[in-house]
């Protein structure tokens, strides 16, 4: 399939399935992408991603959770195969999603 930047609403619904590793400030998550297939690994990294409504990175000391309960991260397809159309410096189908983690 050729590479295509979308969000995908699939995505957001398999991460239940995916696996979760814990690591340094967050999290990685490995599963496979229901657009292409391919099994990836995302790392998740909460204090770095987390968005707020006005658009600031919430540091640990600006009370996290406090604007938003239910923060969401980005999470993309980032498979090693091959995807026509895809940037030269890019990774993964295209497929990405919005996704609740807790933590
Ligand atoms: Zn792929
Ligand atoms: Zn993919």
Redesign the pocket.
């Known amino acids: 399939?050729d590479y295509s930047e979308r969000t995908e609403l699939e995505l957001a619904h398999s991460v239940g399935n995916f696996d979760k590793q814990q690591i340094p400030g967050g999290v990685a998550i490995t599963g496979s992408?229901p657009?292409?297939?391919?099994t990836?690994t995302y790392p998740i990294i909460f204090e770095a991603q987390l968005i707020t409504p006005g658009g600031s990175i919430t540091g640990q000391s600006a009370g996290r959770g406090l604007t938003d309960p239910a923060p969401k991260y980005l999470l993309r397809?980032v498979?090693?195969?091959?995807?026509p159309g895809r940037p030269a410096d890019g990774s993964?189908?295209g497929a990405m999603a919005y996704i609740n983690i807790k933590h």
């Open positions: 399939m992408c657009s292409c297939r391919h990836f397809c498979c090693l195969e091959d995807h993964g189908c």
